[in-house]
């Protein structure tokens, strides 16, 4: 194990502590985590290469254009083309990937490529001279002040260029990101102090279908910002961004996200995570958790996705995606355009606050679920992404063109690039959480642990501890609630394991010694999925992974689900192919991850007459 592994971690320093540590459990960093070689690693491979296409002079050509700086560029299509509103974001999106990358890394390539982005970024923000950094015209923002509309999203993009820069320092070291990160929070403080409060309430109003005055997670950053530096004047600014409407709901417990905007509003929730992270405001814990709870009973997919048509739809894209449902009414959302992938990335972050603050398996689960079932599935085989991914009988998946640069585009660039992302977790101490059963290696507090397995598609893992000398570390390893029991062997040794809840963890706590062997079972069967608000909609799960028909016709079962469950066999185990033979006709069935351009459906109805 190379030196840089085991020392990256030290790179960062940054210059103030959180102003409230809200929680001792943290994601183990990256810079400690490698992935093995598996279908995991080669997808992120497939998203490497995609960002490393990129002439990072093309990302460049609309700032500088905008600064009245020349750039002989070609400029870039699609959403980044230079007559767009969002023109600029998925830049954002690219220095956060290429400072993560670096991150786990090291590779002084990637390295050399941000800090080109982050210098030529500079020079832009220099020239325009009032701290704003954007492709699009300050004017934009005039608009939006004024009229309240009339432009696509100025904060939203913003957001993402102040995200990229926040990244870059942080994981990377780049100390110009941070002064131009502060020189953009500064402008946006000077602007939001010249506006009465009724206006910033107009200005942030975005509760219409497809609301183009979305202003992304400008109140997240800047509590992260605020976290940062300790400087209290980001502490007010970044409250000028929470709704009151959003909060007061949440934290009270009631149910108003049904015809929101779906990726408008998660990103709010959390940012109230952040806000308790930098304040320890219990109140806006108990928001974030209220929404949790709100979201997945009553508005999600099989999969821990959500979004889909609004149920008033008043424009051409609410018609069909983006917005929640009412409550328990997801049966009749089932058009081609649900699951918008920037929400699922979303509702990962929204699991890791939930995780960092309890340590509750509950959590972990659904971010395993997402993982497996709405992160790997929005990728093909040749690294292309969706935007929507829908779950209906019979449906397909529309990927995205390289070219287009939409907004799932970014976020799943940025997303792909770090794949081990929820894997780990520490309390800075002798507590390691294991999340995710996937090939990796890990080196942390003076131990390797290199973790060895096909699942999801089997269920053995095998962990193999090495250590210069005996060292005490608590393996908390997680144990889903689907797992048809779980069998912990140490050295030869079967651990007796108590569990108290259907989620939950194993915990072992030793000394561990050089070469120390944990072999994992988690069995488990297909089981069956049932739709909020219509049980004779139904899906299929085998252990971690969504089962989907392959086909083009659409399936119409009969009988009790849960009998129907027990027929469906596994045929090709190599493949992992699964038949199911029901009312005289014969389904092939594989995971949904392993599902392309091929017609599939993961949604079945139940009609028994």
Request: hydrophobic share 35%; aromatic share 12%; net charge neutral.
């Amino acid at each position: 194990m190379s030196k840089r592994f085991n020392m990256l971690f030290c790179l960062v320093i940054i210059p103030f502590m959180a102003a409230f540590p809200s929680s001792e459990i943290k994601p183990l960093d990256s810079s400690c985590v490698r992935l093995s070689n598996s279908p995991i690693k080669n997808r992120e491979s497939l998203n490497m290469a995609f960002i490393d296409s990129i002439d990072p002079d093309r990302l460049l050509h609309n700032f500088r254009i905008n600064a009245g700086l020349p750039s002989k560029a070609q400029p870039l299509g699609g959403w980044e083309a230079p007559n767009i509103g969002l023109r600029g974001h998925f830049v954002g999106h690219y220095l956060s990937a290429l400072s993560k990358r670096y991150r786990s890394s090291g590779d002084k390539y990637v390295k050399k490529k941000l800090d080109y982005m982050v210098d030529a970024l500079k020079q832009c923000q220099d020239k325009i001279g009032t701290g704003c950094l954007t492709a699009f015209p300050e004017k934009d923002f005039d608009t939006l002040e004024s009229k309240f509309s009339g432009v696509w999203a100025p904060y939203y993009t913003y957001h993402k260029m102040m995200q990229g820069l926040y990244d870059a320092y942080t994981l990377a070291g780049n100390k110009n990101a941070y002064e131009m990160l502060l020189r953009m929070a500064s402008y946006v403080a000077g602007r939001m102090d010249k506006l009465d409060h009724m206006s910033i309430v107009k200005l942030l109003d975005t509760t219409a279908a497809n609301p183009a005055n979305e202003a992304g997670a400008m109140n997240e950053i800047i509590y992260k910002l605020y976290s940062l530096t300790g400087n209290k004047t980001y502490l007010s600014l970044a409250d000028k961004f929470d709704p009151e409407w959003l909060f007061k709901a949440l934290s009270e417990n009631v149910d108003i996200l049904g015809g929101l905007h779906s990726n408008t509003h998660i990103v709010l929730v959390n940012g109230f995570a952040a806000r308790y992270d930098a304040t320890g405001d219990k109140v806006y814990r108990d928001a974030v958790m209220n929404f949790w709870d709100i979201l997945s009973q009553h508005h999600s997919y099989v999969n821990g996705t959500s979004s889909g048509p609004r149920p008033n739809p008043t424009t051409k894209t609410s018609l069909t995606a983006e917005h929640w449902s009412y409550p328990d009414c997801l049966s009749s959302t089932f058009s081609k355009e649900i699951a918008e992938s920037c929400v699922t990335h979303n509702t990962r972050k929204l699991l890791a606050y939930l995780f960092e603050w309890t340590g509750e398996a509950k959590y972990a689960e659904a971010d395993m679920n997402l993982f497996y079932n709405a992160v790997l599935p929005i990728q093909s085989g040749e690294g292309d992404y969706v935007y929507h991914l829908p779950l209906g009988s019979p449906r397909q998946k529309k990927y995205l063109k390289k070219d287009d640069f939409m907004c799932c585009s970014g976020s799943s660039a940025e997303a792909f690039t770090q794949l081990s992302q929820g894997a780990y977790y520490h309390d800075g101490r002798s507590n390691l959480w294991i999340n995710l059963y996937i090939p990796s290696e890990i080196n942390w507090n003076g131990v390797s642990v290199r973790q060895s397995t096909d699942f999801p598609y089997g269920q053995d893992i095998k962990l193999t501890i090495n250590s210069g000398s005996p060292r005490q570390l608590r393996l908390n390893l997680l144990k889903p609630s689907w797992a048809e029991g779980m069998t912990v062997i140490v050295n030869g040794d079967t651990v007796q394991a108590v569990v108290e809840k259907e989620s939950d963890y194993v915990v072992i706590d030793r000394k561990w010694n050089n070469g120390d062997v944990v072999n994992i079972s988690i069995p488990s069967v297909v089981r069956v999925h049932r739709l909020p608000g219509n049980d004779k909609v139904v899906a299929f799960l085998k252990g971690a992974y969504l089962l989907a028909f392959e086909g083009s016709r659409e399936i119409v079962l009969k009988g009790d689900p849960n009998e129907i469950a027990k027929h469906i066999v596994i045929a090709d185990k190599s493949r992992q192919i699964y038949k199911l033979s029901n009312d005289g006709v014969e389904y092939t069935l594989r995971p949904f991850f392993d599902i392309d351009r091929q017609s599939y459906s993961v949604y079945a109805t139940v009609r028994n007459f």
